[in-house]
């Protein structure tokens, strides 16, 4: 299995980073391929323009779609947007490793989402949800939070992290024919003490040692 981890955290020694180096070790060790995305080591630009394309179809203004439809008919997105939709298009398996910031994804994994989802790559032409291009692809979240498990669990100050993790799981991931395996959330690491985030690495190095085993969430109906 391919596997990609799409990585967004600036520290290198963040617990986002451990977990990194967790689940990467455990992959290759079942015998997996893995390629990481760092996003921040990368310096990879969030920012969608007309700097996603070498080509062009509408001078006069810029329509996202048009463009993308466009650039993927006439081999026109930038080197750098084009390696990464190839890293997507290649895995079998894709992870989105990341603090939870603001209920939501980090402004630079958002934008790798905005820049290389892009149409006829990972939508389009009515390929979508249960018949989308990614289908017979799986896809999961690795996040940190900076609140306790019962501030997620919907007694708390937030909705459950099934509910916070809506957009990525129903928006982005099975829009595009993903099946979504369920999350690893390491709740506030910065709370706890060194062997209750061992313990953590632990699971996470569990979770992925048998993840090809690993069964999806049930999804809504497509």
Known sequence: MNALIVYAHHEPASFCSAMLRTATAALRAAGHTVEVSDLYGMGFDPVSNRHNFTTVADTARLRQQAEEAHAHQEGGFSPDLQTEMDKLVACDLLIFLFPLWWLGLPAILKGWVDRVFAVGVAYGGGRYFGSGVMRGKRAMCVLST???PASYD????????????????????????FEVLPPFVAHGPNRIDDGQRAALLDSLRARFTGIAALESLASVDN
């Open 146 to 148: 900076g609140g306790s």
């Open 154 to 177: 919907g007694s708390g100050h937030y909705a459950p992290i099934e509910t916070v993790l809506y957009p990525v799981h129903r928006g982005v991931f099975e829009f595009t024919g």
